[in-house]
């Protein structure tokens, strides 16, 4: 009778255990969506990765810990500053970097991609030096306790998904509802007849960047508030990480991008727990691949036909 | 018509010579100041990395130029044949095999196991196509760095023995553990030098340009072009790109054995097989002009250099390359550059035949 009770115990923690790297991995993945979200959109209507994107996160996290510990702002502000600064950092690359090369291929469009991530990288390097920063979190919750105490839930763990839920349905439905939105879907599916039916196309793709910076630097303060250590290339892995989950839902697609980057964060937590800690990114691109070999276009991505 | 064909010939001819030429005068005039004592040690220490990347703009080149696909994941390639050719070195270290010979056989083994990997990783993901290769080469070179991160070989007298984990894993009956994980191969001999550089470099120059005006090259470029239309006059494209991506593979592999016998310690960081290996690499290939072989070469060893020659600028100096990086971009393929540009050059000729009318 006492050994079966220990055995139900064992399988309890077990199980915590488990709900508790599963929590974990949702946090991730759904920071990994609202950067994905980004990556999503700009392709989706400019047809170009932006491999900057990353860049705009680690700007997002170096501002608001300037704003939050340097200038010492409450938090709600501290995110506002960040969030501006990113919006228009996002409308002045694409202005100045982008925009010119729009008609030109899209290899010349990746490498000037490249090179502003390695400016931004650069510049904050030289600004705040490569030395990492104690990022002090951002979310004032307490954990919570639950099963007894044997379950611990970070506030950022909670803040994090709830965040990334509200910003998804708020994009799905501004996409679908708002006048804005339907012109970004249908600059994305063809600029020159858009243009006939008199939508600002630069308008529209700038508003775009704006959004998907914005979103960058949220999703900056939260991987920052989790994870409290920021450098320079901070935003790097999670920037190619955040584009994988994007490819992996479905590029082009704001559902897929959610999806995607919930199951890559999830995926990459339960890996690093019970298969192996270092393996963690190789299992994680291993099944991007089988997805996009068994469905190229990701898992929520439209076919599209090509003509002859 | 057979007069254009073989002013053609001759004209692809002289070009090949002209590449062949500037390599060859490169690597004179190095000598020459090494002679002459005329050389930092720091531009010394240069020498071989520049062979080793040269080679691996062009192995890109093949792919993104010639054959029309973007892979992010050569630096992967390269990893394999460093890899595998540094542990062939350190097997046959102490078996009296001569230094020659064991060099030579470990560049045919990089060579060869990277051609293998190309194989087996082109027969998926060639089926994908822009953006999405683009993607998957990037995860393959990421999975490629990882496993050799993780990686543990040692030999001992009952054969080899690879484990996941850690050294412990192996089982070990005494012998010698080769690969250790994240620290990777320690004490691989220094066999690479500036002269072996070059030459492997005239090789892969050789068979590249070779294979562009040959029938199988103009197959894979016809491929690239139009699949449709090169795949309704009979070419087998999946079998074309697939060739394309191996040769390349094979030549990436041959970089990263010139690379590991140029180090005395080999580790899979991302820094040197990771994406941004990748991309730098891929950044030569786009500076250097897309499916440009002369021009691959030669971004390759300018880009190199600018960082070392911007050393005196410390802080600044990847600033500055960024800046070049987006200033190059969008001064050879911004339309409205272009058209910007091309009215700078103008004033400038009329002003030249103005001043030879007013003689």
């Given at each position: 009778?006492?050994?079966?009770?220990?055995?139900?115990?064992?399988?309890?923690?077990?199980?915590?255990?488990?709900?508790?790297?599963?929590?974990?991995?949702?946090?991730?993945?759904?920071?990994?969506?609202?950067?994905?979200?980004?990556?999503?959109?700009?392709y989706?209507?400019?047809k170009?990765l932006?491999?900057?994107?990353?860049?705009?996160?680690?700007?997002?996290?170096?501002?608001?810990?300037?704003?939050?510990?340097?200038?010492?702002?409450?938090?709600?502000?501290?995110?506002?500053?960040?969030?501006?600064?990113?919006?228009?950092?996002?409308?002045?690359?694409?202005?100045?970097?982008?925009?010119?090369?729009?008609?030109?291929n899209s290899l010349s469009v990746l490498?000037?991609?490249?090179?502003?991530?390695?400016?931004?990288?650069?510049?904050?390097?030289?600004?705040?030096?490569?030395?990492?920063?104690?990022?002090?979190?951002?979310?004032?919750?307490?954990?919570?306790?639950?099963?007894?105490?044997?379950?611990?839930?970070?506030?950022?763990?909670?803040?994090?998904?709830?965040?990334?839920?509200?910003?998804?349905?708020?994009?799905?439905?501004?996409?679908?509802?708002?006048?804005?939105?339907?012109?970004?879907?249908?600059?994305?599916?063809?600029?020159?007849?858009?243009?006939?039916?008199?939508?600002?196309?630069?308008?529209?793709?700038?508003?775009?960047?704006?959004?998907?910076?914005?979103?960058?630097?949220?999703?900056?303060?939260?991987?920052?508030?989790?994870?409290?250590?920021?450098?320079?290339?901070?935003?790097?892995?999670?920037?190619?990480?955040?584009?994988?989950?994007?490819v992996?839902?479905g590029i082009g697609?704001?559902?897929?991008?959610?999806?995607?980057?919930?199951?890559?964060?999830?995926?990459?937590?339960?890996?690093?727990?019970?298969?192996?800690?270092?393996?963690?990114?190789?299992?994680?691109?291993?099944?991007l691949i089988i997805v996009l070999l068994v469905k190229p276009t990701g898992?929520?991505g439209k076919k599209i036909m090509e003509k002859v | 018509?057979?007069?254009?064909v073989?002013?053609e010939?001759?004209?692809i001819?002289?070009?090949?010579?002209?590449?062949?030429?500037?390599?060859?005068?490169?690597?004179?005039?190095?000598?020459?100041?090494?002679?002459?004592?005329?050389?930092?040690?720091?531009?010394?220490?240069?020498?071989?990395?520049?062979?080793?990347?040269?080679?691996l703009a062009v192995s890109l080149n093949l792919v993104v130029g010639i054959s029309g696909e973007l892979s992010l994941g050569h630096?992967g390639f390269?990893?394999i044949?460093?890899?595998?050719?540094?542990?062939?070195?350190?097997?046959?270290?102490?078996?009296?095999?001569?230094?020659?010979?064991?060099?030579?056989?470990?560049?045919?083994?990089?060579a060869v196991?990277a051609a293998f990997f190309g194989f087996l990783i082109g027969i998926p993901v060639l089926r994908l196509k822009g953006d999405y290769l683009a993607i998957v080469t990037l995860a393959f070179g990421?999975i490629i760095?990882?496993?050799?991160?993780?990686?543990?070989?040692?030999?001992?007298?009952?054969?080899?023995?690879?484990?996941?984990?850690?050294?412990?894993?192996?089982?070990?009956?005494?012998?010698?553990?080769?690969?250790?994980?994240?620290?990777?191969?320690?004490?691989?001999?220094?066999?690479?030098?500036?002269?072996?550089?070059?030459?492997?470099?005239?090789?892969v120059?050789?068979v590249v340009l070779n294979l562009i005006n040959s029938r199988t090259g103009r197959a894979v470029m016809a491929i690239r072009d139009n699949r449709i239309a090169a795949e309704s006059v009979g070419l087998n494209a999946t079998k074309f790109k697939l060739l394309a991506f191996t040769i390349s593979a094979a030549i990436a592999g041959?970089?990263?054995?010139?690379?590991?016998?140029?180090?005395?310690?080999?580790?899979?960081?991302?820094?040197?097989?990771?994406?941004?290996?990748s991309?730098?690499i891929l950044?030569?290939v786009v500076?250097?002009g897309i499916g440009n072989i002369?021009?691959s070469?030669?971004?390759?060893?300018?880009?190199?250099?600018?960082?070392?020659?911007?050393?005196?600028?410390?802080?600044?100096?990847?600033?500055?390359?960024?800046?070049?990086?987006?200033?190059?971009?969008?001064?050879?393929?911004?339309?409205?550059?272009?058209?910007?540009?091309?009215?700078?050059?103008?004033?400038?000729?009329?002003?030249?035949?103005?001043?030879?009318?007013?003689?």
């Amino acid at each position: 009778m006492y050994k079966k009770q220990l055995v139900r115990n064992d399988e309890v923690a077990k199980m915590m255990s488990f709900i508790s790297y599963l929590l974990n991995g949702l946090s991730l993945g759904s920071v990994y969506a609202i950067i994905a979200l980004g990556y999503t959109m700009v392709y989706g209507i400019a047809k170009m990765l932006n491999f900057a994107h990353g860049d705009i996160l680690m700007v997002g996290g170096y501002t608001a810990f300037i704003a939050f510990n340097s200038l010492g702002l409450p938090i709600p502000v501290a995110i506002l500053v960040s969030m501006v600064v990113c919006t228009l950092l996002g409308i002045t690359i694409e202005k100045i970097a982008y925009k010119p090369l729009r008609q030109a291929n899209s290899l010349s469009v990746l490498i000037t991609a490249i090179g502003v991530s390695y400016l931004l990288q650069n510049l904050a390097q030289l600004i705040f030096s490569a030395n990492p920063k104690s990022f002090s979190s951002f979310v004032p919750l307490k954990p919570v306790k639950l099963a007894g105490g044997q379950l611990t839930i970070s506030g950022e763990t909670i803040v994090t998904i709830v965040t990334c839920i509200i910003i998804v349905a708020g994009l799905v439905t501004f996409i679908n509802k708002t006048k804005a939105g339907q012109a970004m879907l249908a600059v994305s599916e063809d600029k020159g007849a858009a243009t006939l039916m008199g939508v600002d196309v630069n308008g529209t793709i700038s508003l775009t960047f704006a959004i998907g910076s914005a979103l960058a630097a949220i999703g900056g303060i939260l991987l920052c508030s989790a994870y409290p250590t920021l450098t320079p290339t901070t935003g790097a892995m999670p920037g190619i990480k955040a584009f994988v989950a994007a490819v992996l839902g479905g590029i082009g697609s704001i559902p897929g991008a959610f999806v995607g980057g919930i199951i890559l964060g999830v995926l990459e937590n339960l890996a690093k727990a019970y298969i192996s800690s270092k393996l963690s990114d190789a299992i994680v691109f291993s099944v991007l691949i089988i997805v996009l070999l068994v469905k190229p276009t990701g898992i929520l991505g439209k076919k599209i036909m090509e003509k002859v | 018509m057979m007069d254009r064909v073989k002013a053609e010939k001759q004209k692809i001819f002289r070009s090949n010579m002209i590449t062949f030429g500037i390599v060859i005068i490169a690597y004179i005039v190095v000598e020459l100041m090494m002679q002459t004592g005329n050389i930092s040690s720091l531009f010394k220490g240069l020498l071989v990395p520049l062979c080793t990347y040269s080679i691996l703009a062009v192995s890109l080149n093949l792919v993104v130029g010639i054959s029309g696909e973007l892979s992010l994941g050569h630096a992967g390639f390269m990893c394999i044949g460093a890899f595998s050719s540094a542990t062939w070195s350190m097997l046959m270290k102490s078996s009296g095999m001569p230094e020659g010979m064991r060099f030579f056989i470990a560049i045919v083994i990089g060579a060869v196991t990277a051609a293998f990997f190309g194989f087996l990783i082109g027969i998926p993901v060639l089926r994908l196509k822009g953006d999405y290769l683009a993607i998957v080469t990037l995860a393959f070179g990421e999975i490629i760095k990882n496993l050799v991160n993780a990686l543990y070989f040692g030999v001992d007298a009952n054969g080899p023995h690879f484990s996941l984990e850690d050294s412990m894993h192996l089982n070990m009956d005494g012998g010698t553990i080769i690969i250790k994980g994240a620290q990777g191969i320690t004490g691989t001999p220094k066999n690479s030098n500036f002269t072996i550089g070059i030459i492997l470099l005239l090789i892969v120059l050789f068979v590249v340009l070779n294979l562009i005006n040959s029938r199988t090259g103009r197959a894979v470029m016809a491929i690239r072009d139009n699949r449709i239309a090169a795949e309704s006059v009979g070419l087998n494209a999946t079998k074309f790109k697939l060739l394309a991506f191996t040769i390349s593979a094979a030549i990436a592999g041959i970089g990263g054995a010139l690379y590991a016998h140029n180090l005395s310690s080999l580790q899979a960081l991302p820094k040197n097989f990771g994406y941004n290996q990748s991309i730098m690499i891929l950044v030569f290939v786009v500076m250097g002009g897309i499916g440009n072989i002369r021009g691959s070469v030669i971004a390759a060893v300018v880009l190199t250099l600018l960082p070392e020659l911007l050393r005196g600028l410390s802080d600044y100096r990847m600033l500055i390359y960024a800046v070049v990086l987006i200033f190059m971009m969008l001064c050879t393929s911004a339309p409205s550059w272009i058209q910007y540009r091309d009215r700078i050059m103008m004033s400038f000729k009329l002003k030249s035949t103005d001043g030879k009318e007013n003689k």
